[in-house]
């Protein structure tokens, strides 16, 4: 996947969620490498542990919806949150594992 980037003359897979322009040229390469590679690695069962259907691998229009709403939804709600407060998806995330140890140990304490 990183040698398909490098290949289309990108430093790193980074589409410009936050122009709300998924058919800029630079947004379209974005697409066409995440599906391309997706495409490769999952015909080469890469993602067998996931129970993925193969079925729909092929099926470019459900794969292309399913990324743009990845990218430009989830994403963007990343990359917003992310140019409001930097550090604030990372701090997030450290807090997400902090709560969930927390919880972890509560229910272990309790069964004891």
Request: without cysteine; glycine residues 6%; aromatic residues 16%.
């Amino acid at each position: 996947m990183f040698r398909t980037v490098a290949y289309f003359g990108l430093h790193r897979w980074a589409p410009d969620v936050l122009s709300s322009d998924p058919e800029s040229m630079y947004n379209l390469l974005h697409e066409y490498i995440a599906l391309r590679t997706f495409e490769q690695v999952s015909s080469g069962y890469g993602y067998s542990h996931v129970g993925i259907n193969m079925s729909f691998v092929s099926d470019f229009a459900l794969l292309r919806k399913l990324y743009r709403s990845f990218v430009y939804s989830y994403l963007f709600n990343i990359a917003k949150s992310e140019a409001k407060n930097p550090g604030s998806v990372a701090k997030g995330k450290e807090m997400a594992n902090v709560f969930k140890r927390r919880s972890d140990v509560r229910v272990y304490s309790s069964d004891a």
